[in-house]
């Protein structure tokens, strides 16, 4: 079956580092997407990896390695804002986003 | 990025009665639009798929007949939720992706409660 895990909560510090794993088994893998999603609100676009490396993006940056089937998304310079779930999402060969559970991000000041 | 809005942002309604959730692509043609349904401190659950001008794909376990999906153009799509019940209070997104998108870009939900 096609599974995505990732933690279900972490804490950290305001101004700190955070990396938020995700690893996953599809039947395929057309990109593996990162989405932030505040409570009571939609998703909204992070990052895009297709292939293998780090993408930087501001204070965000996302991890690929396919022969893992690993990703991480690393939050720099964390901020109260950024408390948030994260949602890990990997497109499969039929084109079909299959989502993580999320994971809750807890900023303590 | 593309901008989808989706219109109610929340609706409360009688049981038996039906709901109308719309999404629309406002400055991009959406050829695939996605429905999904969240329940509290749960990830997305896709619903259904639908491609412009063709029947959605229902995904395994929703009713087609309780979840009807139109998407009658390429930059609109809707969600009608016929006779609901309280256990279909859920919080309802749609997202919508074009041909030449790599991503899907999402509405900003509807909370639908039914008492």
């Known amino acids: 079956g096609q599974n995505i895990d990732q933690p279900t909560e972490m804490t950290a510090t305001e101004g700190a580092i955070v990396q938020i794993n995700c690893t996953y088994q599809t039947s395929g893998f057309n990109g593996l997407f990162w989405y932030q999603q505040h409570a009571g609100e939609a998703p909204t676009f992070l990052s895009y990896n297709v292939l293998d490396g780090l993408e930087e993006k501001g204070r965000f940056s996302s991890f690929l390695s396919r022969s893992k089937g690993y990703s991480y998304l690393l939050l720099k310079e964390l901020q109260m804002k950024d408390s948030a779930s994260y949602l890990c999402a990997v497109r499969d060969s039929n084109y079909q986003l299959i989502w993580g559970a999320g994971t809750k991000l807890i900023i303590k000041p | 990025g593309a901008v989808v809005s989706q219109h109610p942002s929340w609706v409360i309604c009688k049981s038996g009665t039906s709901v109308k959730i719309e999404c629309r692509s406002l400055d991009f043609q959406a050829t695939t639009m996605f429905w999904y349904r969240q329940f509290p401190k749960q990830s997305l659950m896709l619903m259904a798929t639908?491609?412009?001008?063709?029947?959605a794909t229902y995904e395994q376990g929703v009713e087609k007949d309780k979840f009807l999906i139109?998407?009658?153009?390429?930059?609109?799509?809707?969600?009608?939720?016929?006779?609901?019940?309280p256990e279909d209070s859920s919080f309802y997104i749609c997202s919508a992706r074009g041909s030449s998108e790599t991503e899907a870009f999402f509405g900003q939900g509807t909370r639908l409660t039914v008492v």
């Open chain 2, 70 to 85: 139109n998407h009658a153009s390429l930059t609109l799509s809707t969600l009608t939720v016929t006779s609901a019940h």
């Open chain 2, 50 to 55: 639908s491609n412009e001008g063709s029947k």
